[in-house]
């Protein structure tokens, strides 16, 4: 989505199947920032001379240990769901590779737990000299993409909702706190929403989806292109 070429999609609205129960469609979804942290610590023999070294894993997990994790508030979440570093048991590692997470609906909330998760590793680092070598950080901060909000008027989602009650399901609305390609498109002016596609335990070994959600998925969808077709007669 973020290398399309906007000026050939002539459509106005969208959707994108990519949630949980039919009838479902999130109007909003937050923004997301994606870190990559290097953190650089100093190489020494853990048995012959550790005193020498700058353990890069201990620098890690003390500013990890320092970061808010987890749902920070209704429309705020943050997670480190990436960590790799060292050699060998007798190598005080001098690198360790951190990837992390910020999503929130508030522009403000994103900046403010992305630098704390930032801040976390810099004060950590700055802890650790030895023989003028001090640990170190590099940054690399992704700005993945854009919070978006729909309204409940929005063409998009009255569409849907009409298409769901003519098929006799229940619709839905919700803000979600997941993004895609939906968010992207957003930012580029195509006024796309997330539609529940039936899918259930997601991201899991037991992911699955029942028959009766894909048929009712076909179902929505195809009325979906009934109504906006007849729309544009």
Known sequence: ????????????????????HVGQISIGAPSANRMKYIVRGKESHAGVAPEKGINA????????AAMPLGRIDHETTCNVGYISGGKATNIIPN?????????????KKLKEVTDKMTNALLEAAAKFEIDGYKAAVEIDLDEEYQAFRLSEDDETIRLA?????????????????GGSDVNIFNQNGLKMAVA??????????DECIAISELENGVKWVKEIIRIYSKSQD
Not at 1 to 20: F, P, Q, R, T, W
Not at 57 to 64: C, K, L, Q
Not at 95 to 107: G, L, Q, T
Not at 196 to 205: E, L, N
């Open 1 to 20: 989505a973020k290398y399309l070429d906007y000026s050939m999609i002539k459509s106005e609205i969208g959707y994108a199947l990519d949630s949980h």
């Open 57 to 64: 894993i201990r620098v890690a997990s003390e500013a990890i």
């Open 95 to 107: 690198e360790v590779i951190i990837k992390a997470e910020v999503r929130s609906h508030d522009p």
């Open 161 to 177: 909702e009409i298409a769901a009650e003519n098929i006799g399901i229940a619709y839905k609305g919700e803000v979600g706190g």
């Open 196 to 205: 529940g596609s039936g899918m259930d335990k997601v991201h899991t070994v």
